[in-house]
């Protein structure tokens, strides 16, 4: 029986498929646009605006300082906007009353579930790959061959459990909204597009890892996935990925650094909502 969360009335998935192009507007910090310090334009007179203005650079600023004064790397600014992502009970940095899904502990998945849910991930990571691969942005280069990929690992993974006798899915619509996404997201909104690929990559190598091993406890399967595997030592290749972040991001405008941050939220709804399939 698929968990009581599934019930629960939710905007369509697909609402985090659409991508939308950058308004034109005043730049503002994106910490401050987040925290609601900022005014619409045109709801104060110029002099308050002007007011309002350095309060939100003032604050953005601070909040790009880590614990201790040290100042924070673009990277770690992308996981402290992740973290307050998280409830409460998730993280000590979380913000959210209610989180994005429940427990793992909550979760009902079957193997025919867990297959659906690599089937789909082969798709999404597959596009992600061959973008970064065509490198159309040319910074994209730069992340070609990081050792953190996952196509191959999935590739196997299918095979095995066709070998057990287990009919592999097609992607299912939401894995194909995705991947359709990602390509346009990539060629009008690089910045935003890096964001997927961070929590892609990171929230996998993460507390993907977590989830992973207990859907292999639940499900009772007799073999750990690839999915779940890297050769090589994960920190490494994951602090060689965090200083080629950091690196290009270095050469961004606030702005773009803000529209990347601002991606998080959106990213964040896109996993949840290909996990749910294991489930369908």
Not at 64 to 90: I, N, P, W, Y
Not at 127 to 149: M, N, S
Request: proline fraction near 6%; charged fraction near 25%.
């Amino acid at each position: 029986m698929a968990p009581a969360w599934l019930s629960v009335a939710r905007a369509p998935s697909t609402i985090c498929f659409r991508p939308q192009p950058p308004a034109r507007r005043r730049v503002v910090p994106a910490a401050a646009l987040r925290r609601g310090t900022v005014a619409p334009a045109g709801a104060a007179p110029p002099r308050r605006r002007l007011v309002v203005a350095v309060a939100a650079a003032t604050e953005a600023a601070a909040a790009a300082v880590a614990d201790g004064g040290k100042k924070r790397t673009f990277v770690e600014e992308m996981r402290a906007v992740a973290m307050r992502l998280h409830s409460r009970e998730q993280s000590r940095h979380g913000e959210k009353e209610v989180p994005l899904e429940p427990p793992v502990a909550t979760w009902a998945p079957t193997v025919a579930g867990f297959v659906r849910f690599l089937a789909d991930n082969k798709l999404v990571f597959h596009t992600l790959e061959a973008i970064v691969a065509r490198a159309a942005v040319p910074w994209y280069a730069e992340f070609r061959d990081t050792g953190l990929e996952r196509s191959e690992a999935l590739e196997k993974d299918l095979e095995w459990f066709e070998q057990q006798g287990y009919t592999i899915p097609e992607p299912s619509a939401v894995a194909i909204a995705y991947a359709s996404f990602l390509e346009e997201l990539s060629e009008k909104e690089p910045q935003a597009f890096i964001n997927h690929f961070y929590n892609l990559y990171f929230g996998h190598s993460a507390g993907g890892v977590l989830i992973g091993k207990k859907i292999v406890e639940m499900t009772n399967l007799q073999k750990e996935p690839e999915f779940y595997r890297w050769e090589g030592n994960l920190s490494q290749l994951q602090q060689n990925v965090r200083d080629k972040l950091n690196q290009v991001a270095s050469a961004w405008s606030q702005e773009e650094k803000d529209r990347c941050l601002d991606e998080m939220e959106k990213s964040f709804i896109c996993s949840v909502d290909l996990r749910r399939h294991m489930f369908n």
